[in-house]
Every structure is written in structure tokens, then in C-alpha cells.
């Protein structure tokens, strides 16, 4: 299999479990901190993500939809195969 440090394919897993795995007051923390004009930048971030017309639809930590098939499409160039499909496969989930 192909190196996959450093690679496109990396990246978008990265996001893709980031997104997927941090809980929706991720950044609740900022406020403690005195960041309040950063934690109401991701705090309306989140509330895009949980909108009801949004509900079926993934975002990225900046609140953009995740392009999975843009991802598998990277993933099979840099010879991935099995990764584009994981992609696919999340792309059919939304």
C-alpha cells in the first residue's frame, strides 16, 4: 500500500474523523479562556451543523459541507483504493 502520511488522503481522514468525533461544545472552552469572539464564531459554526435542513449533511470544522466524493476521487489517485470507498460509502450516509 501507498505511504499515506503526508498525502492528500491523510488530510481529509483527519478532518473527516475530527469532525466525527469531537462532541458540539468542542469549543465551549474558548469562552472560559476570555476567547469569547472566537468560541461565537465556532458556536454559530455549530449551529449551522445542527440545523434541521442540515441534519443529513456533514460539515467541516469551518462549517463548509464535506465533499466525500471529492475525497474518494483523491484517494484513488494517490492509490488508495479502500479509502475512496470508506468516502463513497460515507457520502451515501449523508
Do not use: W
Not at 474523523?17 to 469562552?31: G, M, R, V
Not at 464564531?41 to 449551529?47: A, G, R, T, V
Amino acid at each position: 500500500m501507498t505511504e499515506l502520511k503526508g498525502t492528500k488522503t491523510e488530510k481529509n481522514l483527519m478532518e473527516v474523523f475530527s469532525d466525527e468525533s469531537q462532541p458540539p461544545d468542542k469549543y465551549t472552552y474558548l469562552e472560559k479562556e476570555g476567547y469569547d469572539r472566537i468560541a461565537a464564531y465556532f458556536s454559530k459554526i455549530q449551529s449551522i451543523k445542527e440545523n434541521p435542513e442540515n441534519r443529513f449533511r456533514k460539515f467541516d470544522s469551518l462549517g463548509k459541507p464535506i465533499d466525500y466524493l471529492k475525497m474518494a476521487k483523491e484517494a484513488r489517485e494517490e492509490g488508495f483504493e479502500e479509502v475512496a470507498q470508506i468516502f463513497e460509502c460515507l457520502k451515501q450516509n449523508e
